[in-house]
């Protein structure tokens, strides 16, 4: 089975480090956010997205930039598109709302060290965080 997705992500940074998510049956991280449903703008997803994970509203949010990724989990194929936005939330706050995910702030100094999905995505935000330029990434040309 083949799934197209396209999901809106949050780069949460406080006090030099960044809100990781991760799902509890999983040994990885990525960045909050979710799914946009049909009709629904990608800000808007991100919004609600946070709101229902940790129970907080957004302050301040803007686009930062789109990476593709393509990769196969428990045999299914799936191809997204993965929509970045800089937010700043309403109150400082990581603990999660939904029982299957956990989240965690990780120093942006260690970046490299996390094992977060797409791998390619921890140069990118390495990349974003020196220069603040708009991106536009696919891990097809990464990893070339």
Request: glycine share 4%; net charge negative; proline share 1%.
């Amino acid at each position: 089975m083949e799934n197209f997705e396209i999901i809106a992500r949050a780069v949460i940074i406080q006090d030099n480090k960044i809100l990781l998510c991760k799902r509890k049956d999983r040994d990885y991280y990525f960045l909050p956010g979710g799914h946009i449903e049909f009709g629904e703008r990608a800000d808007e997803a991100l919004a609600r997205e946070i709101k229902e994970e940790l129970g907080v509203e957004t302050r301040a949010m803007s686009f930062i930039g789109t990476m593709e990724n393509i990769f196969t989990e428990n045999g299914e194929r799936h191809h997204e598109f993965n929509v970045f936005f800089s937010v700043e939330l309403a109150e400082n706050r990581s603990e999660s709302c939904e029982e299957h995910l956990c989240f965690a702030f990780a120093n942006i100094a260690n970046l490299a060290r996390e094992n977060i999905l797409p791998a390619e995505l921890k140069i990118i935000l390495s990349s974003w965080l020196e220069n603040k330029q708009i991106f536009w990434a696919s891990q097809l040309d990464i990893l070339k």
